[in-house]
């Protein structure tokens, strides 16, 4: 679960840092106080994307820090060992975004791309927005969600790539058909293309060497006269060459070495340059003998090195990429005057891996509709407990033409809901009331939920459009919900943050020059003020207050009551 997070620079968020408790945490404020910041930063710092804008004004970058404890999380822990990230029975994850709009992501202490963080997050904490309902017409949305619920998500994954292998092998098929319909052209050209590479027989790195040699014959005269003036500054040229006045020194420094032995190690090193001296003129009087003057050689090394060039240029590759080239070339020839065998071998695979696909999928549709079942059961009931009672959720799966596979699947998913008793079900993207498709959301979300292994929740105003009765029975959801796993509210509902076992107030401060972001955790005298403000507003009466602690004692008495049942 989530143990703590720390934000920095964020926003109005000047710096904050807060733990946090199992069970079903709300948070609350004034509107535009800033209650969502929260769930944005725990988006942030589990790689979700974010620039420059994000920054508070005037500070060099943001920074999130949030803990997890893993200790009931095997899948965790054994995702992190394999990236070799573990860290006992803790998770640290940061996120730095700078001014200048760089990010840097950090899991226990090891900087990892953007997309690791994104992947331990979905494994972390799952967070629905207040403006989910939107997307559930979408029907990736829908058939995500049932996969999810039903524990069909591997199986879906095995599936899709199932279907890509299916269509790269169809893929190498189809070009290999195509190659074969001008197969006598394409045997002509490649006989060609490599009989001109053996006739060229370019050796592994001639090309370097032909270009080294041009480069010596072309100043070979540059070379000897070098050569010759440097030996004669070194050796020939009486009484000032180099050897000559070395060995004067060394003999004067070897008298005196005689008189104070201190002067050993440079008497040491004259003879040692002595040595070098010696040494570097004979291997430039090789140098200079070896020297050739040939411009026969020199027009050939130049042929070749033309030669060369034009078949790279030819076929649009460097000279060095010559060999593998060839060696291109001639199994493109090969699989050609085998075409019938890679063929029939190509064919076989893309039948398997059809078969692979169509097997796979057949069990992810059969997964599919006994999870719709058990879906739709669970969301209707849900309703009938958030104030829609006769409604009826039911979740389709229609099977698609065999002929028009997808990668998802065999199966389109449709999400269909009636409001109300008699009334046929329609699909979600033509119920009229925003209240009732905000409450089925909220229903969908818990039941989705309840098959989920992710730890730790986030529901974000996710109660808007609800009131009264129907808010209560909200909070006792996403409460019966927290007592399972962590859960996290942005509420203004004060029936809901009644019901929460931890409470936190988002507040806005200002000095007037700028403007921040505070959090508190609430004791219950606190509490009851912050309940008494979201159903009193302003003005906060006794009359209030009393409610208040009333809603709070009875929201105490309900959760042990339910736990005792």
Same mark, same amino acid.
């Given at each position: 679960?989530?143990?703590s997070?720390?934000?920095?620079?964020?926003a109005?968020?000047?710096?904050?840092e807060?733990?946090?408790?199992?069970?079903?945490t709300?948070?609350?404020g004034?509107?535009?106080?800033?209650?969502?910041?929260?769930?944005?930063?725990?988006?942030?710092?589990?790689?979700?994307?974010?620039?420059?804008?994000?920054?508070?004004?005037?500070?060099?970058?943001?920074?999130?820090?949030a803990?997890?404890?893993?200790?009931?999380?095997?899948?965790?822990?054994?995702?992190?060992?394999?990236?070799?990230?573990?860290?006992?029975?803790?998770?640290?994850?940061?996120?730095?975004?700078?001014?200048?709009?760089?990010s840097?992501?950090?899991?226990?202490?090891?900087n990892v791309?953007?997309?690791?963080?994104?992947?331990?997050?979905?494994?972390?904490?799952?967070i629905?927005?207040?403006?989910?309902?939107?997307?559930?017409?979408?029907?990736?949305i829908?058939?995500?969600?049932?996969?999810?619920?039903?524990?069909l998500?591997?199986?879906?994954?095995?599936?899709?790539?199932?279907?890509?292998?299916?269509?790269?092998?169809?893929?190498?098929?189809a070009?290999?058909?195509?190659a074969?319909s001008?197969?006598?052209?394409?045997?002509?050209?490649?006989?060609?293309q490599?009989?001109?590479?053996?006739?060229l027989?370019?050796?592994?790195?001639?090309?370097?060497a032909?270009?080294?040699?041009?480069?010596?014959?072309?100043?070979s005269?540059?070379?000897?006269?070098?050569?010759?003036?440097?030996?004669?500054?070194?050796?020939?040229?009486?009484?000032t060459?180099a050897?000559?006045?070395?060995s004067?020194?060394?003999?004067?420094?070897?008298?005196?070495?005689?008189?104070? &032995? @201190?002067l050993?190690p440079?008497?040491?090193? /004259?003879?040692? +340059? $002595?040595?070098?001296?010696?040494e570097?003129?004979? =291997?430039l009087?090789?140098?200079?003998?070896?020297?050739?003057?040939?411009?026969?050689?020199?027009d050939?090394?130049?042929?070749r090195?033309?030669?060369?060039?034009?078949?790279?240029?030819?076929?649009?590759?460097?000279?060095?990429?010559?060999?593998?080239?060839?060696?291109?070339?001639?199994?493109?020839?090969?699989?050609?005057?085998?075409a019938?065998?890679?063929?029939?071998?190509?064919?076989?695979s893309?039948?398997?891996?059809?078969?692979?696909?169509r097997?796979?999928?057949s069990?992810?549709?059969?997964?599919?509709?006994?999870a719709?079942?058990?879906f739709?059961?669970?969301?209707?009931?849900?309703?009938?407990?958030l104030?829609?009672?006769?409604?009826?959720?039911?979740?389709?799966?229609n099977p698609?033409?065999?002929?028009?596979p997808? &990668? @998802?699947g065999?199966d389109?998913?449709?999400? /269909?809901i009636? +409001? $109300?008793?008699?009334?046929?079900?329609?699909?979600? =993207?033509?119920?009229?009331?925003g209240?009732?498709?905000?409450?089925?959301?909220?229903?969908?979300?818990?039941?989705a939920?309840?098959?989920s292994?992710i730890?730790?929740?986030?529901?974000?105003?996710?109660?808007?459009?609800?009131?009264g009765?129907?808010?209560?029975?909200?909070?006792m959801?996403?409460?019966?919900?927290?007592?399972?796993?962590?859960v996290?509210?942005?509420?203004?509902?004060?029936?809901?943050?009644s019901?929460?076992?931890?409470?936190?107030?988002?507040?806005k401060?200002?000095?007037?020059?700028?403007?921040?972001?505070?959090?508190?955790r609430?004791?219950?005298?606190?509490?009851?003020?912050?309940?008494?403000?979201?159903?009193?507003?302003?003005e906060?009466?006794?009359?209030?207050?009393?409610?208040?602690?009333?809603?709070?004692?009875s929201g105490?008495?309900?959760?042990?009551?339910n736990?005792? +049942?």
């Open positions: 679960m989530l143990t997070i720390q934000v920095r620079n964020f109005i968020i000047d710096q904050v807060i733990e946090f408790a199992p069970g079903m709300v948070l609350t004034e509107t535009g106080a800033g209650k969502s910041i929260l769930v944005d930063a725990l988006g942030l710092v589990l790689g979700e994307r974010g620039g420059s804008g994000l920054v508070r004004s005037g500070a060099k970058r943001a920074e999130f820090v803990e997890f404890d893993l200790q009931n999380l095997p899948q965790v822990r054994n995702w992190l060992e394999e990236q070799m990230l573990d860290q006992d029975d803790e998770c640290h994850v940061r996120r730095v975004i700078g001014a200048d709009g760089r840097r992501s950090f899991i226990n202490g090891n791309p953007l997309q690791s963080s994104k992947t331990l997050g979905e494994m972390l904490l799952d629905h927005g207040q403006h989910f309902h939107q997307s559930l017409a979408r029907r990736d829908q058939r995500n969600l049932l996969d999810y619920f039903g524990g998500v591997d199986l879906a994954v095995v599936t899709g790539n199932a279907f890509h292998t299916w269509k790269e092998l169809a893929g190498k098929l070009a290999l058909e195509a074969n001008d197969r006598s052209a394409r045997l002509e050209l490649l006989r060609f490599i009989g001109e590479l053996e006739s027989d370019l050796q592994p790195g001639e090309f370097a032909l270009t080294q040699e041009r480069a010596k014959l072309q100043n005269g540059r070379l000897a006269e070098g050569v010759s003036n440097s030996i004669e500054l070194l050796f020939d040229a009486d009484p060459n050897q000559s006045l070395v004067e020194a060394t003999r004067t420094i070897e008298f005196l070495a005689t008189i104070d &032995s @201190s050993e440079a008497l040491s090193a /004259l003879n040692e +340059a $002595n040595i070098q001296i010696t570097a003129a004979d =291997s009087r090789r140098y200079g003998d070896a020297i050739e003057m040939d411009p026969a050689r020199q050939w090394v130049e042929e090195l033309d030669a060369v060039k034009n078949i790279a240029r030819k076929h649009r590759v460097e000279p060095d990429e010559i060999a593998e080239l060839h060696l291109q070339l001639s199994d493109q020839l090969n699989d050609l005057l085998h019938e065998e890679r063929g029939a071998e190509l064919r076989q893309v039948s398997d891996a059809d078969a692979s696909y097997s796979s999928a069990r992810l549709s059969a997964g599919r509709k006994k719709a079942k058990a739709s059961a669970a969301v209707t009931e849900a309703m009938a407990g104030g829609m009672p006769g409604g009826v959720f039911e979740a389709q799966v698609r033409d065999t002929t028009d997808r &990668s @998802s065999l389109d998913i449709d999400f /269909l009636s +409001a $109300n008793p008699g009334q046929q079900p329609m699909p979600l =993207s033509k119920v009229a009331s209240g009732e498709l905000s409450r089925m959301s909220l229903a969908i979300q818990v039941i939920s309840d098959g292994a730890p730790t929740m986030v529901f974000d105003e996710v109660d808007s459009g609800v009131g009765g129907v808010a209560e029975m909200v909070g959801r996403l409460r019966d919900l927290g007592r399972t796993r962590q996290f509210c942005v509420t203004h509902l004060p029936q809901v943050a019901l929460g076992d931890n409470h936190f107030r988002i507040m401060l200002s000095d007037g020059k700028s403007t921040r972001t505070g959090i508190t609430l004791n219950d005298n606190e509490r009851i003020d912050e309940i008494a403000r979201m159903l009193g507003g302003v906060i009466t006794k009359r209030t207050r009393d409610h208040a602690a009333e809603m709070l004692k105490r008495g309900k959760k042990s009551n736990v005792s +049942a």
